[in-house]
DNA sequence: TGGAATAATAAGGTAAACCATAATTTAATT
DNA sequence: AATTAAATTATGGTTTACCTTATTATTCCA
């Protein structure tokens, strides 16, 4: 199937773009925020990973990765969610950092660790950020949930994800004790893009939103 | 101490150097073969690392590492010998191929998961090639250690350790059970350097001189 | 139906690691 | 001391993935 490796960058590059859409297309400046890099650099990008087949590029359109560069993305996706489980559930690193560190370890990873890594955790179905792990063949699906942003005052909801991966936004949401797993209600929502001021374990946190759409819940009261 | 990381090729160059000498010079060219390219790509890179402060280099003398280098293979060769103990003892990756597997870890591993690492696999002394691990602030001393190749006819050793990197050398040995903490006997040294047949558990092998050279024991009866 | 964004291209650079080939320098040995 | 081998330098290339500054092409929206 794949015969080459693919250089960090490539999977860095593919990874992005399938945890920025379901299936529609993607604008290659959002990518290029996403990456850090500049309009130019990603669109030079993606007529490289164009003709190796692994996104479809229509001009002034936007791209979207083909089965064979949606594969490769579940793969990375499912190393790196694997060693975020190992990095956190075995080593004790902190909650905000395992997603850094995975970040790392997911393209020095051949396909024979991976598969005794999944092995050794049990087959895990999420990574402690509370995202799904793709299949051993790179299938994988989207999480059906709904951003913290879209929750209505006064509804309550349980913590499924963040799928934010900067470490500061990281670390915030950790130390208010916003992970999978909480139980959350929405007690106001400023209006012009206020913050959304949220009641999680006892406490008043107040979040922008931006960082409120990093957060996906499944609403369990309205 | 180490402010920029360095890439995978100058560890790469440190850790050859690391393993290829106590602490006399290096010739360039044997560092050239140890990593597969040519002389004169050595020699560029043998510049670069000096300009970094890593390496001394004496031009037709050879090359040594400094105390920054030093220590920073050794911290290169502790994060690759910790990954090598955790995919043998708990990944359960056969023992030929441990190797290969962590040299790509080695890289993408970040001080607090090496530390983290060391702590979970109860800071082994050794790899399970029989290699010594080194401290985390990056000391170690070479093993004491008699290479294969020049016991003598009717000497019985131990096996400490296999200090070959390349899987083919590593696939043989794991074939013919020449591994650390067995006892083997030479039986014949055939001449023109001829190949070794030593006795290990139960068995007669034949062993190349340069083959033999990787494998390091410890005399216990002559 | 304009503009204003946004996207894409063109053109020219950089840095790290590689390569080959050829010339030069030094060391080692007969 | 001459020869040979090994090491070094000089030159000029390559590839990947970045960059900047223009310029051109589309879309979309008021
Ligand atoms: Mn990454
Ligand atoms: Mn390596
Ligand atoms: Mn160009
Ligand atoms: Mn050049």
Redo the contacts between chains.
């Keep these: 199937m794949n015969l080459k490796p693919l250089s960090e960058s490539t999977e860095m590059y593919l990874k992005a773009m399938a945890e920025l859409s379901g299936r529609d297309v993607i604008a290659v400046g959002r990518l290029a925020e996403r990456l850090g890099v500049t309009p130019v650099s990603a669109n030079e990008m993606m007529r490289r990973l164009g003709e190796q087949g692994l996104v479809a590029h229509t001009p002034y359109k936007g791209v979207n990765l083909t089965k064979k560069g949606r594969e490769a993305a579940g793969n990375v996706i499912r190393r790196q969610r694997l060693w975020e489980c190992f990095?956190y559930d075995?080593?004790?690193?902190e909650w905000a950092?395992v997603y850094?560190?995975a970040c790392?370890?997911e393209?020095?990873?051949?396909p024979?660790?991976t598969e005794?890594?999944a092995?050794?955790l049990g087959h895990p179905k999420t990574c402690p950020r509370g995202n799904p792990i793709p299949e051993a063949d790179g299938s994988f699906k989207p999480l059906d949930a709904t951003p913290l942003s879209e929750l209505k005052p006064g509804q309550t909801a349980r913590l499924l994800a963040v799928s934010a991966t900067a470490a500061d936004v990281l670390k915030y949401l950790q130390e208010k004790n916003i992970l999978p797993g909480r139980e959350v209600t929405l007690l106001e929502l400023a209006p012009l893009q206020g913050p959304l001021t949220v009641r999680i374990e006892e406490k008043d946190v107040a979040l922008g939103l931006p960082m409120a759409e990093f957060v996906l819940v499944k609403i369990i009261k309205s």
């Design positions: 990095l075995h080593l004790k690193i950092r850094e560190f790392l370890l393209h020095a990873t051949a024979e660790v005794s890594l092995e050794f």
